[in-house]
């Protein structure tokens, strides 16, 4: 089997009255960019590139002008090799941040060709399920741009993931531990002791003020405090980790097994959380994963795009391992992203749906998921 072409589809939805913040900016749009593979069998693999700091536009371009003509006439099975090909191509210049997020999507999409060609889903040829279901948290709970309370606002926010059958959700903080903690206290009381709560920082803290605002919330049984420092300040990390009792998590703003190595050989975090459509695609998530397993770190990973990428994080969740294997071993959690995102659902015809807290990984071929050519056409901006 041979590559015959790279498309790349530059998707935008605005957001309207449901533009919503975090502790960087607010946002009024989603975007994202997909990635096709084309092969001379007629089998297509998609990805799908993680980027929120700015117009995809430039992983597309990353995608179109600088992978695909190193790809046209590669064999699709090669996959690691054309990994370690095309990262070595942009190494000097590239070991982070975009042009590994664009090396994700054409390696998601390597992977779902190799699936769709053999009629297995991509879990298989990864090692097999740990898994059959993911047990999901909601990722909501951003800064509401248009309410009149915004506390009151995430408290019934908070209540409709309750009611709609979540068992864990995750809050932004990041605003001034003052604040933080009047929505950590407001969420906590509304929905009770017995859902998991998490929450996230998006790196707006200093290792200082991280610990503090740590300390605070361990009254409220806060399960991690993700990402309380900038990426490049692992010391950080480690002093938060050392005098919180609540979990520090971080990940999605690394790359690689290489940025990873830090952060695992320093036991820089309690949990690694990778993002599977940045961090290199499925060939450098195993590699990361095998890391962190030698130093038994969990990775709970990052999940945050459209119907494609969580396809494509639904088959890496099944053959994550335990950490460590046991009797009864602990269930990693998957990162169900439910904030406002005019286009999640509409880019692929089938579509997930939540039962009991958890989604079942689909046993389709592949990614399991088919683009909606007729949208996503229709809907691309480059
Ligand atoms: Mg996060």
Redesign the pocket.
């Known amino acids: 089997m041979k590559i015959t072409g790279v498309k790349t589809y530059v998707l935008e939805g605005l957001l309207g009255n449901k533009a919503f913040g975090w502790s960087l900016w607010v946002t009024d749009r989603r975007q994202t960019a997909v990635c096709v593979v084309t092969t001379d069998e007629g089998i297509e693999g998609v990805g799908e590139a993680f980027f929120v700091g700015g117009p995809s536009t430039i992983t597309a371009a990353m995608i179109q002008d600088g992978y695909a003509p190193l790809l046209i006439g590669a064999d699709p099975f090669q996959s690691s090799v054309i990994w370690d090909f095309l990262y070595n191509r942009t190494r000097d210049q590239g070991q982070k941040g975009l042009p590994i997020s664009a090396l994700s999507a054409i390696d998601i999409a390597l992977w779902d060709i190799k699936g769709k060609a053999l009629g297995v889903p991509v879990y298989k040829l990864l090692g097999g399920a740990y898994r059959r279901r993911a047990r999901v948290y909601a990722?909501g709970l951003y800064e509401p741009q248009h309410v009149p309370s915004v506390k009151e606002a995430l408290v019934a926010e908070a209540l409709g993931y309750k009611k709609g059958g979540f068992s864990a959700m995750?809050l932004k903080v990041g605003y001034g531990i003052e604040t933080d903690m009047e929505y950590v206290k407001a969420i906590r009381e509304a929905i009770g002791d017995e859902i998991t709560l998490m929450v996230?920082a998006?790196h707006a803290y200093n290792a200082a003020e991280a610990v503090r605002l740590a300390q605070q919330m361990e009254a409220y049984n806060v399960y991690w405090l993700?990402?309380p420092v900038p990426p490049e300040d692992i010391d950080g990390y480690v002093e938060v980790k050392q005098k919180s009792s609540v979990l520090i998590t971080?990940g999605?703003c690394e790359y690689t097994r290489f940025g990873f190595r830090e952060l695992i050989t320093r036991r820089a975090v309690d949990i690694l959380?990778p993002d599977l459509c940045a961090a290199g695609g499925y060939t450098e998530m195993m590699r990361i994963v095998a890391l962190a397993s030698a130093w038994n770190v969990p990775v709970i990973p990052?999940v945050?795009g459209t119907n494609i990428g969580l396809a494509a994080a639904l088959q890496l969740f099944a053959v994550l391992p335990h950490f460590p294997e046991r009797r009864f071993p602990a269930e990693p959690l998957f990162e169900y992203d439910r904030s406002p995102h005019p286009f999640r659902d509409k880019v692929t015809h089938e579509q997930f749906v939540m039962k009991d807290g958890y989604l079942d990984i689909p046993e389709r071929p592949g990614l399991g998921v088919t683009l909606d050519m007729d949208y996503v056409t229709k809907n691309t901006i480059r």
Request: proline content about 0%; overall charge negative; aromatic content about 10%.
């Open positions: 990722t995750k996230d998006n993700e990402e971080g999605e959380q990052h945050w």
